[in-house]
């Protein structure tokens, strides 16, 4: 298994490699989001282009200690825990096809870029696998540093109670006595979880005055009010309408709101096929990136939700052409998408 991840690890990162070079011949560099502007002037071009965009805040949070070297650690380790929750209920070739697909995500350059997308994959992978063996308070530790890591680890809380109640159910049938156990086995270690989220929510209350800054904040994107989905699926609607499709921008929200579909469909699918907790992590933390009014950041999210890989996995186990079909659009894709974002341009 070691062996299997180390190869996929490293074939999957030269091919995004080879892809930002391809970029430089292909496409003009736009200027303004790329990380060369946070760089020392004698860092390597392959470098400073995975920190483009957001990844000025990560160097600013740890003062250029937050790096690709610590992002390729935490996905491979994210990628050892996704193979031994496969194997919990699967063989190893659901367990091989899933660290495949997650390798060969069109954008999976995120996961040695200088974001936390890859570090977040390892602290939920850690939290569900622990959880599923029963292990509660190593998954409430994970899950506490995966709600610390980023705010949809929240998603976390909801699905590790499911898991808890798959794993009790049969213990009593009284509602009461389901109730009383949950409190004296669970409610600690999903307190565990929550930390991370409070920790950081008293942080911002002490030092800036405000619990609810992280969201004030969004007013930069406005994206600081509440929206229900239906209006932002309309938004995106009137964007197809009134957006020229001769802008890259135009296609951009095309595949904002693919993804979101597309990874319901497969949320449900994990959700009737898989696990149910598995889905309800995978629904919860889809509906939470809508409320903000923007799908913007959607496609990578499906980087954040292991089960996906899974889902996808048992989808195309024996049917080869479809294998075959997703495998080239994942490379078509991560081709254009890892060219566009590391000259410059917005991907998600």
């Not at 070691?2 to 996929?8: A, D, R, T």
């Not at 990844?55 to 610590?70: L, R």
């Not at 009284?174 to 950081?200: M, N, V």
């Not at 950041?297 to 080869?320: D, E, M, Q, T």
Request: hydrophobic share 55%.
């Amino acid at each position: 298994m070691i062996k299997k991840s180390l190869i996929l690890l490293f074939s999957s990162r030269l091919l995004f490699l080879i892809f930002a070079v391809a970029g430089t011949f292909l496409v003009t560099a736009r200027t303004g989001y790329l990380g060369i502007n946070l760089s020392p002037e004698n860092d390597h071009y392959l470098l400073w282009i995975w920190s483009n965009f957001d990844g000025k805040h990560y160097i600013n949070i740890a003062q250029f200690g937050y790096g690709i070297i610590i992002s390729t650690l935490s996905f491979f380790g994210g990628m050892v825990f996704l193979y031994k929750i496969c194997l919990i209920d699967f063989d190893k070739r659901v367990a091989s096809l899933a660290l495949f697909f997650i390798s060969f995500f069109p954008l999976s350059f995120f996961y040695h870029s200088v974001y936390t997308d890859s570090l977040f994959l390892l602290l939920t992978t850690a939290s569900f696998y622990f959880a599923r063996k029963k292990q509660w308070v190593w998954a409430g530790i994970f899950g506490g540093l995966s709600t610390a890591t980023r705010l949809t680890g929240m998603a976390l809380l909801p699905a590790l109670a499911v898991e808890w109640y798959l794993q009790n159910r049969t213990l009593t049938k009284e509602l009461r006595g389901i109730i009383i156990l949950f409190l004296k086995k669970a409610a600690f270690p999903l307190t565990l979880a929550t930390s991370g989220f409070l920790a950081y929510a008293l942080y911002l209350h002490l030092n800036y005055g405000s619990w609810l800054l992280f969201q004030k904040s969004m007013v930069a994107w406005s994206q600081d009010k509440f929206i229900f989905p239906p209006q932002v699926i309309f938004r995106y609607l009137k964007i197809f309408f009134s957006v020229s499709p001769g802008l890259l921008e135009y296609w951009i929200a095309v595949l904002e709101f693919v993804s979101f579909f597309a990874y319901l469909f497969i949320a449900v699918y994990v959700w009737t096929k898989v696990r149910i907790s598995y889905g309800v992590f995978m629904v919860i933390l889809l509906i939470l990136v809508t409320f903000t009014g923007t799908l913007a950041g959607n496609p990578r999210y499906i980087l954040h939700l292991f089960p996906a890989f899974i889902g996808l996995s048992l989808l195309v186990r024996n049917k080869k052409p479809l294998k075959y079909a997703i495998t080239a659009i994942f490379i078509a894709l991560g081709f254009i998408l890892t060219i566009i974002f590391t000259r410059g341009y917005f991907v998600t």
